[in-house]
């Protein structure tokens, strides 16, 4: 049976509430499969000086946050690629002798993404492809290793897909995986037991527009909590760095706006500061959503929680406390629950 056939085309927000409920167990379960698979694979990568990461989608932000990682651990220099400049009938040449190359795509299928992949084998690089899809997929034509994150029944539809490549790059980078996924359920787990997600949601539910800033590795959270706000809750929403909205969209804003500031210590302490006291003189909607121990003094402590690890424990986790606020704004705007949702949105 095709790949394809095995795809769910819909989904509903009562199936991912429940989907994202269930994320702490299933990354305790399967999380040190997912590390086992990235620590072999790690070691036996040729030592290449070059680190390139290829997504798209969501699956883009799984490789922003890669290529983030990689540089952080001082292991080698990492750039995305965007895969369309090696997809087409005259793609550009040249020798990849000296890269490994990380390809993200929940479902094993998107195509721009597997045909770079093998233009840049066959052009020298090493490439490691990293997949949810449950049978073979065209993805692993063009790879050297796969990594196949086993989710539970929605397979690559799943939300959890996202959060299990964050795990996914870390193992592939030399960290130790494993313990990143139990350390980032127990966390996760506390974060839905509260009423964390819906106190952020409620601040949100009138806004006209919502702006969600995160720096460095969180960056590619904030990226998805916008694209997952925006599918489900039917509301504009961006991604932006403190910088690009502190000297460029901060003006544009006003009270009927609300800007969710991700902290997790990537930010910069200055501008960040001068970001929130601009944003406030323009009495904008102000929320953080972190690490308590990277929150600000002016803040009131509600939407900071306790997080017990390092950055790549942490944004895997306010990737699906995010998730789930989008999931609450909806249903609190009127969505019904069981309204179809096209479970890929864009290219996975």
Known sequence: MPATARRRPFTDLHTIRESLDALPAEWRT????????GAQIHAALAPRPQRVVIGRGSMAYAA??????????????????????????????????????????????????TRCAVHLRVHGAEVVGVTAAPGRAPLEDGCDHLLRLELGPEGPASVGVVGASFVAAAALVGLRAGRIALEAADDLERALRSDLPGRVAERLVPARAVAWVGDGALHPVACEAAARLSQLAQMPS????????????????????????????????????????????????LVRLGDRHHGSLGEAPEHLVELSGPLWTTAPVLLAIAQRVACDVALRRGAKPRRAIRAHPDPA
């Open 238 to 285: 961006v991604a932006l760095t403190t910088s690009e909205l502190l000297h460029g969209a901060a003006g544009s804003l006003s009270r009927a706006d609300a800007v969710v500031l991700l902290a997790g210590g990537t930010e910069p302490t200055l501008p960040r500061r001068a970001l929130e006291a601009q944003l406030r003189g323009r009495r904008v909607e």
């Open 30 to 37: 399967r999380g040190r499969g997912w590390a086992a698979q």
């Open 64 to 113: 922003s946050f890669a290529a983030h990682l990689a540089v952080e651990r001082g292991a080698r220099p990492a750039i995305v690629l965007d895969p369309g400049l090696y997809d087409g009938p005259t793609p550009a040449e040249g020798s990849w002798s000296d890269a490994t190359v990380i390809a993200f795509s929940a479902s094993g299928e998107t195509g721009d993404v």
